[in-house]
């Protein structure tokens, strides 16, 4: 075996995890209805592969090669533990889907996916687990960035996982769409999933699967498919105008060399227009329907800061009656936070830090953008002193080495 092909073999399981795992495990678990031994059988086809592609090759087709290994994998299991006559009839299904739909793995994917999103958000699973878990099941996240993603430690965040997957394997849930009158109350849960998706790929987390990376993009994916499947609710829409909002923005946030930029200091001419224009007319489709929802107004916010940094007029109180709606809808520390800083913009930075000041300590002790925000408005008060200090503390809790950078730079402009 020669390295340059163990190298070759390596990246491309790689780039296989990176770009189907969530995929690939949306279709063996919907065939199994068990996902932690669909992930047991997947994690044993990337192994296999890292054994037999630096001999054998790269086959043609890696994901389709890995479903088949997965689904092998599956069936000797359930062979080798003698399950009940009811597995026994799920084995022969699955065997038979194996002759007949060698080649079908890929084609699938986009239905199967949100699928088990829809899965994920069954009411009997814990509310709290239903977005983790479809970060891990539908985009094979590990613990650290999930964790990071919803500000709980990951050890607490594990035994959420398992607990729901064991909730889905005892109750028997089904993998299928709900039904119209249940899809109300899953819709939430999903794109609460996809958006953290969207979230967890934007930068790097300390402590976590540097593989999975690239996320923003399958998460938009997710949401133009969602868009599709659901023409007339106008939420998928507003949270895709959120997510290409952002994404449009993508190669402004660092500069030449690496540091990070806010978006008051970007480039606009760096911004991907085609994008952002997509963005406003998703969002124009949203308002069309007629019924206002938190995602609409993360866009409206996203829309207002984009055009306001491209020269057009947007009054600051406007900033502050989208945050004022966006509370009511769907309180949030973030929200609280972000308010503070539209106000400050709209009134100056006295009535920002009172509107700080207001939200409970205890929530915001280890709460990055409150202590950036914070040490912000501080010094643009006059309070140098307690601005250093307040830097500090954003600096200490931020996970990104670019943005410790750039918090560290800030306080040192201080007089």
């Known amino acids: ?14 780039q296989a995890a990176r770009q189907s795992y969530g995929r690939l ?10 996902i932690a031994a669909s992930e047991d059988a997947l994690h044993d086809a990337f192994e296999r592969a890292l054994e037999r592609w630096p001999h054998d090759g790269v086959p043609e087709r890696p994901e389709a090669w890995l479903l088949q290994v997965a689904r092998h994998r599956t069936l000797d299991a359930w062979r080798h533990e003698k399950v009940q006559d009811a597995a026994v009839q799920s084995l ?3 065997a038979q889907a194996l002759d007949d739909e060698p080649q079908q793995g890929v084609a699938a994917v986009p ?18 687990a239903r977005a983790p878990l479809m970060l891990q099941t539908v985009l094979g996240l590990d613990a650290a960035r999930i964790a990071n993603a919803f500000l709980v430690a ?3 965040l594990g035994q959420r996982l398992v607990r729901a ?12 769409y709900p039904r119209a009158d249940e899809l109300p109350r899953r819709l939430q849960d999903v794109l609460d999933g996809i958006y953290a998706a969207y979230g967890t790929g934007w930068d790097d987390v300390e402590g976590a699967d540097a593989s999975h990376r690239g996320l923003t993009l399958e998460a938009i994916e997710l949401g133009r498919i969602l868009c599709t499947l659901m023409p007339g609710e106008p939420e998928p829409r ?7 909002f952002c994404e449009s923005r993508a190669l402004a946030r660092r500069d030449a060399h690496g540091a990070y930029v806010p978006l008051d200091a970007q480039d606009p001419a760096l911004w991907n227009e085609d994008m952002r224009l997509q963005a406003e007319r998703q969002l124009a489709a949203a308002a069309a ?14 829309s207002a800061h984009t055009q306001r940094r491209l020269g057009m007029a947007v009054p600051p109180q406007a900033l502050v009656a989208l945050y004022d709606g966006l509370l009511a809808l769907r309180p949030s520390i973030g929200a609280q936070v972000s308010r503070a800083c539209a106000l400050a913009a709209a009134l100056g930075p006295a009535a920002g830090l009172q509107a700080l000041d207001a939200i409970d300590a205890q929530r915001v002790a280890s709460y990055q953008p409150y202590w950036a925000a914070r040490a912000h408005l501080l010094g643009a008060d006059g309070q140098t002193g307690e601005a250093r200090s307040a830097y500090a503390r954003a600096s200490g809790l931020s996970s990104q080495p670019a943005v410790r950078a750039y918090l560290e730079q800030a306080a040192r402009r201080l007089r």
Do not use: N, W
């Open 25 to 34: 495990l949306a279709i063996l678990s919907a065939r199994t209805r068990d």
């Open 238 to 244: 507003g949270l895709l105008a959120l997510m290409l």
């Open 111 to 128: 239905d199967e996916r949100l699928r088990l999103l829809f899965v994920c958000a069954h009411p009997a699973i814990d509310g709290a």
């Open 165 to 176: 997957k064991s909730r889905i394997r005892a109750a028997g849930i089904g993998f299928e």
């Open 1 to 14: 075996m020669s390295s340059e092909g163990r190298d070759v073999a390596h990246r491309s399981a790689e």
């Open 92 to 94: 022969q299904v699955l």
């Open 154 to 156: 990951p050890a607490t």
């Open 289 to 302: 329907c007629g019924v206002v929802g938190a995602y609409q107004l993360e866009a409206a916010i996203q």
